[in-house]
């Protein structure tokens, strides 16, 4: 007995799939005579056509998953995407760079390592991006001084 149609019908009927429509096995029968959508419609109120209950999707293995990145794993090189320009944008590395650098200058003014005309000489110099890093400047103050003597 061939009840794939009548299967297809009750799944557009109730709006779901046709692998969760149930018959009932004392009641094939009367499926079986079932030609019509109206008749489809008659043996879901009786009873005699059923759903299965909807699954569901574990989120356990999601919640592992957040877990872990809130741990701060996750985050190799496997995972990254785009440009280290895209995920950190130039700006901010900027930004970053000049606050350590104008740092490093106002320190050395104080300690006195330096004077207030060298200092304002290397403060335009970190501006036009002559230097790298708090120890370039460090050294090449350094290397300053000794090629005048100081």
């Not at 004392?26 to 043996?43: L, Q, Y």
Request: charged share 40%; hydrophobic share 30%.
């Amino acid at each position: 007995m061939n009840l794939r149609s009548q299967k297809r019908i009750a799944a557009d009927i109730m709006g779901i799939g046709i692998s969760r429509v149930v018959m009932g096995p004392e009641r094939i029968e009367d499926v079986a005579k079932a030609i019509t959508r109206d008749d489809i419609r008659n043996c879901i109120s009786t009873g005699a056509i059923s759903l299965k209950p909807a699954k569901g999707n574990s989120r356990a293995r999601f919640k592992k998953t957040i877990k872990q990145k809130k741990k701060g794993r996750r985050r190799g090189p496997g995972h990254k995407t785009g440009k280290i320009g895209a995920r950190i944008p130039k700006k901010k590395t900027w930004i970053g760079k000049i606050r350590a650098i104008r740092d490093e200058l106002r320190k050395m003014k104080d300690e006195k390592s330096i004077s207030e005309s060298t200092y304002r000489k290397l403060y335009r110099q970190g501006k036009g991006n002559l230097f790298h890093n708090r120890r370039h400047i460090r050294e090449y103050v350094e290397r300053t001084k000794k090629g005048m003597g100081e």
